[in-house]
Every structure is written in C-alpha cells, then in structure tokens.
C-alpha cells in the first residue's frame, strides 16, 4: 500500500484515540463527583441529626430545670404546714399540693418524652454514622480506580501525542492538509476503507470503476460523495494466517 495512505489510515487511528481519551478525561470530575454523591447525602442527613439532637438536649435541660423547681415548690408548700390553723385551711393545703403534684407528674412525663426522643437520635445517628462509614470506603475505592484510570490515560495520551507528532512529520504538507481539512468536516473521520463496493464514511455505493482504482492504490483517491480518502480493505490478521499457501 501507499506509505502515505499507510500513514494516515494510522493517523487517523491516534486522532480517533486522543479524541476518545480526551472525551474521558472530561468526564471524569463527573463520576468522581457522582461516587461521592451517596456519601455527601448521609454526612447531610447525619448533620441535620445533630441539629436535632442539639434541640432535644436544650429541651431536656430545661424540662429537667423546671422539674427541679416543681419538687422545691411542693417541698415548700408541705413546710407551710405547721402554719396551718384551720380545718379548711388544711383542705386547701392538700389541694394546692395535690396540684403541684399532679403538674410535676406531667412534667416528668415531658422529660421522659425527650429522654426517648434522645434514644432514637442517638440510635439514627449511629446507624448514619454506620452507613457513612461504608459509603466513604466505597467512595475512595471508586476514586482511586477513576484516578487509575485518569492515570493510566495520561500516559496513553502522551505517549500517543509523541507518535502522532511524528508520524505527522512523514505526511507530506499538502496531504496533511486535506488530512487536516476532512478531518475537521467529517468529524474525525478523513479516511474510510472501501467494502463490498461501498464507502465506509458514507456507506454509499462507489462506481465499480473507482473501487477497482482504490484497491490499485496508486494515488489517494477521495469518496464520491463523502470526499473521504478512500482505501481498500485490508485483509485481516486471521484471514492472512487461514490463507492456504502458494
Ligand atoms: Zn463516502
């Protein structure tokens, strides 16, 4: 085959890999963003845990305040007792007391409300802090694989950067130009191989004529309607070894 042909067809090749590769790459703050995302929503939840607990604790120490306060409050009126001169005067005294009782009861049913309101945070958070945990393991395995695989690709780009380079300096300018030039109309694809009659590019039918002419090679010729640089199929690996020997 022509070595031109030969090394544009291995051109196209490298441009067609740097624009896959360079197509990763700007994805992958993307799916480092997304791996993270399971555990960014826990932190969130296990954070608004917190606030909530924050209240319950406020709530307790008051609740518990107040409570103190009633036992004081009822420890003075039974001390008011010996003061006490008159049978009604004693029926109001068991009244008041039984009231104060009776909202200190209700006030350390209130406390006892918080306390299990304060179990269940406590119990929420540890099965969030739980959850975090593994999320964040799971996360960091993602990322160091997406970092892996960022690395892995750098090295591939650069190494392939150099080789395209390279073999850019064995392509003569013109060539390189209409290289340059289909590349930028066809998105990526300047050269298609011809098969069973038909350009690859355009998967449009080729007069017989330029088929045979392309399979010739002599000269770069371009598709009829695509204007791709044509050329003939190679024969693949597998079909080479199968081939019976002359
Ligand atoms: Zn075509």
């Known amino acids: ?30 799916l480092i963003k997304a791996a993270q995302t399971p555990l960014l929503e826990v932190s969130k939840q296990l954070q608004s845990l917190q606030a909530v607990a924050e209240g319950l604790h406020k709530q307790r120490r008051d609740g518990e305040q107040e409570l103190a306060l009633q036992e004081e409050h009822i420890q003075k009126i039974r001390g008011r007792l010996n003061d006490l001169k008159t049978n009604k005067e004693y029926q109001a005294h068991l009244f008041e007391i039984e ?34 945990g593994d999320l964040k393991q799971a996360f960091e395995y993602a990322k160091s694989k997406i970092e892996g695989e960022i690395s892995s690709l750098d090295q591939e780009l650069a190494s392939l950067e150099q080789d395209h380079s390279e073999l850019t300096k064995q392509v003569e300018g013109g060539l390189l130009t209409r290289y340059l030039k289909l590349k930028a109309l066809r998105k990526g694809f300047a050269i298609a191989e011809v098969k069973d009659g038909a350009c690859l590019g355009c998967r449009l039918q080729l007069p017989p004529q330029l088929v045979a002419n392309v399979k010739r090679a002599d000269e770069l010729l371009n598709c009829s309607y695509c204007h791709r640089i044509l050329y003939w199929e190679l024969p693949s690996e597998a079909e080479h070894e199968s081939a019976p020997p002359a």
Do not use: C, W
């Open 1 to 30: 085959m022509n070595s031109q042909l030969q090394s544009l067809i291995t051109l196209q090749k490298y441009d067609l890999r740097i624009f896959e590769i360079l197509g990763k790459k700007k994805k992958h703050p993307e």
């Open 99 to 132: 009231l104060a009782k009776k909202k200190k009861d209700a006030l350390e049913e209130s406390v006892l409300g918080i306390l299990e309101k304060v179990e269940q945070n406590e119990n929420q958070q540890k099965e969030f802090q739980s959850n975090a």
